[in-house]
C-alpha cells in the first residue's frame, strides 16, 4: 500500500471531504485554487475509486507542481487499475506528465509496470529516464538489465549513476563484467564512485 503524504488543507476543505467522486473531480478539473485541485486529487486517492483514473492522469499535467504530484501519490495509490492509463500517458507530449506517470509506474511496482517503465528509459527527457530507472530498481526484473546497461553512456550524470545503482541491485555476471567496463571510461567522479560500490 503506498502511504499517500497528507497535504494542507485548503479553504473549504470540509466541503470537499464530503463531496463524492464526481464531485471531486469537478474541484480538481475546474477550481482555480492549486490547493484545492491538490486537496481534492489527495481524497480521490484515498477513495481508491477507478473513476477517478482518467481525470488524476490529466491532472498530472496540471500547471502546478504540487497538484502533479498529488495525483501521482493518488494514482499510485490506486494501484493495477492505474497500470494500463499510466501506459498511455507516457507518450504525452509534456515532460512533467510522463515524468510523474513513469514515478507512478514504480511506485505501484507491479510486474505490469516493468514493459513501459523500460520503454521510458529510452525518452527524450533526462528526468523521464531517471525515474524510470529508479522505478525499476524495486522491481528486480532482469529484463530490464539490457536497456539500464545502454543508460550507462547517457549524457545525464544523474541517470549514469541510477542506471548504475539499479544494475547493482539486479546483480549477475554480466553486470560486474559491464561496470567494471564502464569504471574504465566513466569520467565523472561521482558515478564512478557509484559504479565502485555497486561491485561491492
Known amino acids: 500500500m503506498v502511504e499517500i503524504n497528507v497535504p494542507e488543507k485548503p479553504d473549504g476543505a470540509d466541503e470537499l471531504e464530503k463531496k463524492g467522486v464526481e464531485g471531486l473531480v469537478f474541484s480538481l478539473r475546474d477550481s482555480t485554487d492549486p490547493m484545492v485541485r491538490q486537496y481534492a486529487a ?23 507542481k504540487s497538484v502533479r504530484e498529488q495525483a501521482m501519490l493518488a494514482l499510485s495509490a490506486i494501484g493495477k487499475a492505474a497500470i494500463e492509463p499510466l501506459t498511455a500517458a507516457i507518450k504525452e507530449p509534456r515532460w512533467e506528465t510522463r515524468y510523474r506517470a513513469v514515478e507512478a509506474l514504480g511506485k505501484i511496482a507491479d510486474e505490469k ?50 542506471a548504475v545503482q539499479v544494475l547493482g541491485a539486479l546483480g549477475g555476471k554480466n553486470v560486474h563484467d559491464v561496470l567494471k567496463k564502464a569504471l574504465e571510461t566513466e569520467e ?11 561491485m561491492k
Open 188 to 198: 565523472d567522479e561521482k558515478v564512478k564512485e557509484a559504479i565502485t560500490e555497486a
Open 113 to 162: 509496470a516493468v514493459k513501459p517503465l523500460i520503454q521510458a528509459l529510452k525518452d527524450n527527457r533526462d528526468h523521464v529516464r531517471y525515474m524510470a530507472a529508479k522505478g525499476l530498481r524495486d522491481l528486480g526484473d532482469s529484463d530490464a538489465t539490457e536497456p539500464l546497461i545502454i543508460l550507462l553512456k547517457d549524457e545525464n550524470r544523474y541517470v549514469r549513476m541510477m
Open 42 to 64: 489527495y481524497l480521490l486517492g484515498k477513495a481508491q475509486n477507478p473513476r477517478a483514473i482518467q481525470p488524476l492522469i490529466e491532472a498530472l499535467g496540471d500547471f502546478d
